[in-house]
């Protein structure tokens, strides 16, 4: 993944608020719904990670770190953090999807095994569970794009077996599986793609149908024998951006016993910087066309703050200029617009996401389904079938 890509994916956690004129919401003003839960509530990021943003973008493309120092992991404890699905592996480049996926798998293990205090992999909920019990942080190994299969679905056997926990069937843009959400033809799963899916089935992988055109998306949840998920998102009824999913998607993926996890994105508004309220409708409609068993959080971003705000704006603009030059980039993507919500950010961000919760009369069960438990469950029905 290229430093610019890393910076803004990983980096995604939080700015000053006065930088962009939005109301802060206090991390420690929590409503009594949530003081009284008698323990602290699992939250699982479905798609997200703790790479530190402000240590240099070779730093964080270390292999020997993975941009993840003592700050990352404090920052990440601090803020309740059971476990995580850390994108690794190609997404899109110059490099060899196959060899640069297998050698990031190995640099994770690796990291692992030195921060085994801190961290710990996850291969099914109990490692989860395991990983709460020990105050340590659960990495799920997870892909956003499926093109390191090559031609050969067997490979999905490879990966499973070296941990990857969740496969994305596509990126924005079409590959050998099918179409991405950017593409207008939208032509859906292929044949290959099929048998991808076939072999994610057998091998009790996640599908994970993020990204995905809406063809894509259908097809999948009709070929799929097991439940699927959609690990990051927003709501097109609300927001009509491509990167959203219709309420037609969200329904089927809740029927087949799966999850939906809504992002701290840009694509939670149009043209404009969307904060928590707007990530609290999107939920919120989540669950009237879901259920609440379904709906959940992922982030598609990092835990740390952001210090120095006029550098990461100044990558911002590079990477949102280089990812619509290389026609990988989503309707959406601005600038202006950070990829991050100002005012629910830093280690304070999931507690004063569950207080917004209670204040909308959303009861503690409710919102601890919503911080992590819908995911486990979900997770549970395939990872441990």
Known sequence: MSSK????????????????????????????????????PMIIDSLGGITNPNLTPAQQE?????????????????????AFNMTMGYVFGQEDPFEQTVRQIAAWDALIRRKSQSLRKVWNVKDIQAARANKQLGVIYGFQNAVMMGDNEQRVGLFANLGVRVIQLTYNTRNTLGDGSMVPENHGLTEFGRKVVHE??????????????????????????QPIIISH???RALTNLPRNKTDRELRLVADSGGFVGIY?????AID??????????????????????????????????????????AELKKEVD????????????????????????????????????????????????????????????????
Not at 210 to 224: F, K, P, R, W, Y
Not at 279 to 307: N, P
Not at 341 to 368: N, T, V, W, Y
Request: hydrophobic share 40%.
């Open 272 to 313: 404009r910087q969307p904060g928590a309220q707007d990530l609290i409708a999107h939920i919120e409609h989540a669950i009237h066309v879901c259920g609440e068993d379904h709906v959940g959080i992922g982030t598609d971003g990092s835990v740390s703050q952001i210090d120095d705000m006029q550098g990461y704006m």
């Open 200 to 225: 994610l089935n057998r091998h009790r992988v996640l599908v994970d149908l993020s990204h995905s055109g809406e063809q894509t998306c259908l097809d999948a949840i009709a070929v799929s024998s």
């Open 264 to 268: 701290f994105m840009p694509f939670l």
């Open 5 to 40: 890509r890393q910076f803004l994916q990983l980096a995604a956690a939080s700015v000053c608020q006065a930088a962009l004129s939005l109301p802060a919401f206090s991390a420690n003003a929590f409503s009594s719904e949530i003081t009284t839960m008698k323990t602290q």
């Open 233 to 235: 998102t927003g709501c």
């Open 322 to 385: 280089h990812r619509r030059s290389t026609g990988i980039g989503a309707a959406g993507e601005r600038a202006d617009i950070v990829p991050f919500l100002p005012d629910l950010s830093g280690p304070g961000k999931f507690m004063q996401l569950a207080d917004l919760l209670a204040k909308r009369g959303h009861s503690s069960g409710r919102i601890e389904k919503i911080l992590g438990s819908n995911f486990m469950s979900a997770a549970e029905r395939i990872w441990a079938a």
């Open 62 to 82: 270390d292999e020997l770190t993975m941009g993840i120092d003592q700050r990352a992991i404090d920052d990440a404890l601090a803020s309740g953090l059971t």
